[in-house]
T-cell receptor
Framework: DAKTTQPTSMDCAEGRAANLPCNHS???????VYWYRQIHSQGPQYIIH?????ETNEMASLIITEDRKSSTLILPHATLRDTAVYYC??????????????WGLGTSLAVNP | GAGVSQSPRYKVAKRGQDVALRCDPI?????LFWYQQALGQGPEFLTY????????KSGLPSDRFFAERPEGSVSTLKIQRTQQEDSAVYLC???????????FGEGSWLTVV
């Protein structure tokens, strides 16, 4: 079973920030939080990952709470091309156990004009 | 190429037919993964290779599924005597090393009729 829970769907206006929450209350100290997205008919696309510090790259920002039990992916200025299913995944950081990414159903984000 | 390449992109097979799906990982990537994604679901792990060694095949649903990576680069997923429940997207992914970020291909869409 997936170790994360996400809202089934969200809407966002084009040009506004999209904030996608994820709960991972049973996360262990050696598990990373990964975010991928999947645009219709395409393979999953890596977005960002983090362990305990907030992270930012050219695509998004990742905010992880101090207790690490939840996180938020932020798309600062959503565009129509950001419409996709967003998956939050926890992944153990030691060899031998991190081969499988356990995927939930993700959040279907609709960016509206 | 810059990304993970999969072929064929789309395949329609008659029930009972054998199919072979090819994956070209990112050059230099040691780790290679196969996932299966049913419609409306998140991807599910099938098998994992480190170079040519298949270290984990716990996700293969039956002995009709077979994967190989004989020279540690290109991999083939073979499904024998296909059945309708095999209809899914088959995703290949690779990472430089086991603990690194995993990058996915666009998938091979298999429909069994």
């Amino acid at each position: 079973d997936a170790k994360t829970t996400q809202p089934t769907s969200m809407d966002c206006a084009e040009g506004r920030a999209a904030n996608l929450p994820c709960n991972h209350s049973t996360i262990s100290g050696n598990e990373y939080v990964y975010w991928y997205r999947q645009i219709h008919s395409q393979g999953p696309q890596y977005i960002i990952h983090g362990l305990k510090n907030n992270e930012t790259n050219e695509m998004a920002s990742l905010i992880i709470t101090e207790d690490r039990k939840s996180s938020t992916l932020i798309l600062p200025h959503a565009t129509l091309r950001d419409t996709a299913v967003y998956y939050c995944i926890v992944r153990v950081a030691n060899a031998g156990n991190n081969r499988k990414l356990i995927w939930g159903l993700g959040t279907s984000l609709a960016v509206n004009p | 190429g810059a990304g993970v390449s999969q072929s064929p992109r789309y395949k329609v097979a008659k029930r009972g037919q054998d199919v072979a799906l090819r994956c070209d990982p990112i050059s230099g990537h040691v780790s290679l993964f196969w996932y299966q994604q049913a419609l409306g679901q998140g991807p599910e792990f099938l098998t994992y290779f480190q170079n040519e060694a298949q270290l984990d095949k716990s996700g293969l649903p039956s002995d009709r599924f077979f994967a190989e990576r004989p020279e540690g680069s290109v991999s083939t997923l073979k499904i024998q005597r296909t059945q309708q429940e095999d209809s899914a997207v088959y995703l290949c992914a690779s990472s430089y090393r086991q603990l690194d970020t995993i990058y996915f291909g666009e998938g091979s869409w298999l429909t069994v009729v």
